[in-house]
């Protein structure tokens, strides 16, 4: 899985028992693991990582900041569910900030680039495994932004990409299979390779628009 710039240390530090138990719920919560409104049992947390409970609660709350979890009254910390009118928002979100960045990478790219992306393009459309699918789906769209030389930016893509990757893993599922998005992924390509940073970022923008109608109207079935 891709470095996760708001739950990992900086470069270069070694990371604390609150990186990691934050990185363990993260996982289980983006793969559903957890369920929507499940209880995080601290203790169990702490056991299992053979740690007091301090550092469970520092990563909880750095989890509550991300969005994945929120603290009830007399249960604690739960996995924050999403409703359909936050799940549009946050897509909203995605468009503006990855076709931003899509248009700021593309005057930079380069034939490495473009290799890359094709090969998770391949790779993408050769995969049966759903959890493969948002992994690649994510390598694929952050390998195109990585140009753009924007830290900030990039961390605000991925920390967005998480507070929704268990939804693209059901849109994905549900939309039954990967052909569109394949399609899709290589007509930005294509416009990337042609240097057409205006048209790449439109057709990024409409893609991430359309996934998520296609999300709602499965969740609403």
């Not at 380069?110 to 459309?125: G, H, I, L, N």
């Not at 205006?198 to 990024?204: E, F, K, S, V």
């Amino acid at each position: 899985m891709p470095l996760n710039p708001a739950g990992l240390p900086s470069l270069g530090s070694a990371p604390t028992a609150s990186d990691l138990i934050a990185k363990h719920i993260r996982e289980a919560i983006i793969t559903g693991e957890f369920d929507e409104g499940e209880p995080i049992r601290q203790d169990d947390v702490a056991k299992l990582f053979d740690v007091s409970k301090i550092p469970v609660r520092e990563a909880l709350k750095r989890l509550e900041a991300e969005g994945l979890v929120e603290f009830q009254r007399n249960r604690g910390a739960v996995v924050k569910s999403v409703s359909e009118p936050e799940i549009a928002q946050i897509f909203e979100v995605r468009a503006m900030l990855e076709s931003n960045a899509l248009k700021l990478s593309v005057p930079h790219m380069t034939a490495k680039t473009f290799r890359r992306a094709e090969q998770y393009c391949d790779a993408f459309a050769r995969e049966t495994n759903v959890a493969r699918w948002a992994e690649l789906n994510w390598q694929f769209h952050s390998c195109l932004y990585e140009d753009a030389d924007r830290a900030f930016l990039m961390n605000l893509i991925r920390s967005v990409n998480d507070r929704i990757e268990r939804y693209l893993r059901i849109q994905l599922t549900l939309s039954g299979g990967t052909g569109v998005d394949d399609r899709e992924h290589r007509e930005i390509l294509a416009a990337c390779r042609e240097g057409n940073a205006g048209r790449a970022a439109q057709l990024l923008h409409d893609h991430i628009t359309k996934a998520c109608a296609s999300l709602l109207a499965n969740i609403r079935k």
